[in-house]
């Protein structure tokens, strides 16, 4: 259990909570049913062996926190997620009501030591060991097999490093969904051209030779296609969606709009994954409270990238 001030609630609580759940217990000394409350919310936070850290506000001494979150009687306890108050209860609580609404809302054990592992991996990643990454996202994945951004990033590594069975394996139940979720849609455009090409009569073409056969005619839709998803399949991904964009331009129709999604697929292979909640871009904490000057907040390149290339495919169908 820690104490809570304003001082310290950017770290303790908002920053903290992006790792693991925080439960803020909104207390006052005057309140007997705050005196009550307390043991037995210390109680559950060892029982739960770190699944969730309990932090303790004195409303009192911390109007403005209290403030901030709308408390108007106590106790007031408020879970925080990523950063992000998610539920909440008022008043005196039994064990049970406490320990229900815990498990309501805190992750289970499988899908921390999940998360723990997508971590390790992500940290692998960044190292340069692949493999080992690898190992770790299919660890998360077997402890989880409902996290979408544990099977896509699982995915995604096995194609990059040509595992393209068991790529298909694992993507299978999500192109079984209706409708398809577009990342999965757009890991299964590349896969699949991955194999179209490995299959196919331009599997030992040139870049020049295609160029050739282009330049004789612009309209051989068929090898443009080819082309690009040769590009794709390699991940020359702005040349691939070139490519699609000449077909596009000349026959938004044509073989059912499949260079226009795969083109779509391409922009979603190349944007960005969304960061964590954080308070850094706006200067406030979750409960609204000024904390930090304002920072300049600068556009990644490959999310500019996409952004030019998604003008260029509207203007293109519009």
Not at 28 to 44: D, G, I, K, M, N
Not at 137 to 165: K, Q, S, V, W
């Amino acid at each position: 259990m820690i104490d809570v001030t304003l001082k310290n609630f950017e770290t303790e609580v908002i920053a903290a909570s992006m790792a693991a759940p925080i439960l803020i217990d909104f207390w006052s000394p005057r309140s007997a049913a705050c005196t009550s409350l307390v043991p037995l919310l210390e109680q559950l936070e060892a029982a739960y062996s770190g699944r969730f850290t309990l932090a303790r506000v004195n409303a009192d001494e911390e109007p403005q926190l209290a403030q901030a979150f709308g408390i108007r009687s106590v106790p007031t306890c408020i879970l925080m997620l990523e950063g992000k108050p998610v539920d909440g209860f008022t008043g005196a609580q039994t064990a049970g009501q406490v320990k229900a609404f815990l498990d309501k809302n805190l992750p289970g054990v499988d899908e921390q030591m999940a998360e723990s592992d997508a971590d390790a991996a992500n940290a692998l990643l960044q190292s340069g060991d692949t493999e080992a990454a690898l190992a770790k996202l299919a660890d998360a994945l077997a402890r989880d097999p409902g996290n979408d951004d544990t099977r896509y990033d699982y995915i995604r590594l096995l194609i990059e490093l040509g595992g393209h069975e068991e790529a298909e394996a694992a993507l299978a139940p999500k192109l079984a969904e209706v409708p398809r979720k577009l990342r999965f849609e757009a890991l299964w455009q590349w896969l699949d051209a991955i194999k179209f090409i490995a299959a196919s009569a331009y599997a030992d073409w040139s870049m020049a030779r295609f160029d050739a056969q282009l330049a004789s005619n612009k309209r051989d839709f068929e090898t443009r296609f080819a082309k690009a998803r040769l590009l794709m399949a390699t991940g020359e991904w702005t040349a691939a969606m070139d490519e699609l964009l000449e077909i596009v331009m000349r026959d938004k129709k044509w073989a059912d709009e499949a260079p226009r999604k795969a083109f779509v697929a391409i922009l979603e292979l190349l944007t960005p994954p969304k960061p964590k909640a954080t308070t850094q871009a706006t200067g406030k904490t979750a409960g609204g409270i000024e904390v930090l000057g304002k920072t300049a907040i600068q556009e990644d390149p490959q999310a500019a990238l996409v952004s030019s290339y998604r003008r260029k495919l509207s203007m293109m169908l519009n």
